[in-house]
C-alpha cells in the first residue's frame, strides 16, 4: 500500500511546484483554481465552484451509500517578496510562505489516489480548496457555500506542513493530537483621538502618542495580572501609525494588533478590556479612543474520535512511533479550519517538513520558507487512508 502511495509523489511535487509560482491573495485567485479545475477535470470528479470566492468543493461518490467526510486544503499566498532562490520561485511579489501551495497539491494527490478505488469506499468524499486562510475569511465563506452540507459531512480532516511543531514533530512525523491546538487568532484597532499642537507647548493639546504609551503598557497587565497562568493568552500591538512632523503633536494616533486565547471566554474577555481599558486611560487624559475587534477564527479542537482515526490511519503509513500524540501547550498561531471543527468532529494534523541540510527549518512567514517536498506523498497518503479508517469502520 505504502508502494501505491509512493507513486503518486511525482505528480504531488510537480503541482506544488506550479502553484508555487503563481501565488495569489486572499478570496480572488482565479489562477490557482484554474490549475484545480484543469487537475479535477482530468480524473473525471465533479465539482462545484464557489460564487462568493474562487473556492472550489468536489465530491468523490464512492459505490457504496455510506457517510461523507470532506479534506480541507488551503491555497492562498501571502504579500511577501520571495527571496528562496529556488528555480521554480514566484515573480510576482507574493509568496506561498506559508506551504498552503503543498496542501493543495497534497489533497489532488489524495483526489488521485481515492478516485481510482472509488469501489472500496463506503460513503462519499468531500474536497475542499479553500481562499483566504491567511485573512480568516475562506472557511467562513465555504460553509456559507453549503460545503458541509449536500451530502451533510459528518467529519472533516486536514493538514499543516512545515515548522510550526518543529521541536515536537520531526521530518516526515506527524502530530495527531486531541484537544485544543492551536490558538484565537483576532485582530483589534484602537484609534487614539487627541488634540494636536506645536510640540513645543503640549499643555496647549492632548497628546495621543504618550496616551498611546500609557496604552500599550497597560494592556500587557492585562495577560499578566488578570488572566491565570495556567491559561495561554497573547495581546501583541503590531503597528502604530500617528504623527507627520518631529516637533507637531498630532491629533490621533491608530495601533493595531492582534490578540489570541485557547479558549472562547478568554478570547471574549481579551477584547473587552482592551476596550475598556483603553477608554479608561484615554478618557483620564482628556482624550477619546475608537475601539473596533474584527474577529478572525476560534480556537482549533481536535475530536478525540476522529483523531483516534487518523492516528489509526497514519501509524499504517509511518508507523506509530512516529507519531506524536499530546503536546506540551497548545501553539499561540490560529487557523480558520476551527470554523469548520465547530460545525462537525474533526481532526487537525500536522506534518513535519523542516530539514536543516535542505534549509527547511526556516519558520513560516518568512521570505525564504520552503518545505522539504519528499514527506508531501506521506500527507496524502495519510489523508486517503483516513478516509477508509472512517467509511469502512
Not at 479535477?40 to 470528479?45: P, S, V
Not at 512511533?321 to 471543527?341: C, K, Q, R, W
Not at 512567514?365 to 472512517?390: P, Q, Y
Request: proline fraction near 4%.
Amino acid at each position: 500500500m505504502i508502494e501505491n502511495y509512493q507513486k503518486v509523489q511525482d505528480y504531488i511535487v510537480k503541482i506544488r511546484r506550479e502553484l508555487h509560482q503563481i501565488p495569489e491573495l486572499d478570496t480572488n485567485l482565479p489562477q490557482t483554481s484554474a490549475v484545480i479545475k484543469r487537475e479535477l477535470d482530468a480524473m473525471g470528479i465533479p465539482y462545484k465552484q464557489n460564487t462568493k470566492d474562487s473556492g472550489i468543493i468536489a465530491l468523490i461518490q464512492g459505490k457504496n451509500a455510506g457517510k461523507c467526510i470532506a479534506i480541507r486544503a488551503d491555497m492562498d499566498a501571502l504579500p511577501i517578496k520571495e527571496e528562496t532562490g529556488l528555480p521554480f520561485a514566484s515573480q510576482n511579489g507574493c509568496m506561498h510562505a506559508c506551504g498552503h501551495d503543498s496542501h493543495a497539491a497534497m489533497l489532488l494527490g489524495t483526489a488521485k489516489v481515492l478516485n481510482k478505488c472509488k469501489d472500496k469506499i463506503n460513503g462519499s468524499v468531500k474536497l475542499i480548496f479553500q481562499t483566504a486562510e491567511e485573512t480568516a475569511r475562506g472557511a467562513e465563506i465555504m460553509i456559507e457555500e453549503g460545503a458541509l452540507e449536500n451530502p451533510k459531512v459528518d467529519a472533516l480532516i486536514g493538514l499543516h506542513i512545515g515548522s510550526i511543531y518543529a521541536k515536537e514533530v520531526s521530518l516526515g512525523n506527524a502530530a495527531i493530537v486531541p484537544g485544543t491546538i492551536m490558538a484565537s487568532y483576532d485582530k483589534f484597532i484602537i484609534k487614539v483621538k487627541g488634540h494636536g499642537c506645536h510640540g513645543s507647548t503640549p499643555e496647549k493639546g492632548v497628546d495621543p502618542i504618550a496616551i498611546s504609551a500609557t496604552i500599550i503598557s497597560a494592556l500587557q497587565n492585562i495577560v499578566s495580572r488578570e488572566i491565570s497562568a495556567t491559561l495561554p493568552a497573547v495581546i501583541t500591538i503590531g503597528q502604530i501609525h500617528g504623527g507627520f512632523a518631529y516637533n507637531i503633536i498630532p491629533d490621533d494616533v491608530t495601533m493595531e494588533g492582534t490578540i489570541r486565547a485557547t479558549s472562547q471566554e478568554v478570547r471574549q474577555m481579551l477584547s473587552d478590556r482592551i476596550c475598556q481599558v483603553s477608554k479608561a486611560i484615554a478618557s483620564s487624559a482628556k482624550a477619546e479612543v475608537e475601539y473596533e475587534i474584527i474577529w478572525g477564527a476560534p480556537p482549533v479542537v481536535n475530536d478525540i474520535n476522529i483523531v483516534k482515526t487518523v492516528q489509526k490511519a497514519a501509524e499504517q503509513i509511518i508507523g506509530e512511533e512516529n507519531i506524536v500524540s499530546s503536546f506540551t501547550a497548545p501553539n499561540m498561531g490560529g487557523e480558520d479550519v476551527a470554523h469548520y471543527l465547530q460545525q462537525v468532529p474533526g481532526a487537525f494534523f500536522f506534518l513535519g517538513s523542516n530539514n536543516p541540510a535542505k534549509h527547511t527549518d526556516i519558520p513560516h512567514h518568512n521570505c525564504k520558507f520552503d518545505i522539504d517536498e519528499d514527506v508531501m506523498w506521506k500527507g496524502s497518503a495519510i489523508f486517503a487512508e483516513s478516509v477508509f479508517e472512517f467509511l469502512n469502520q
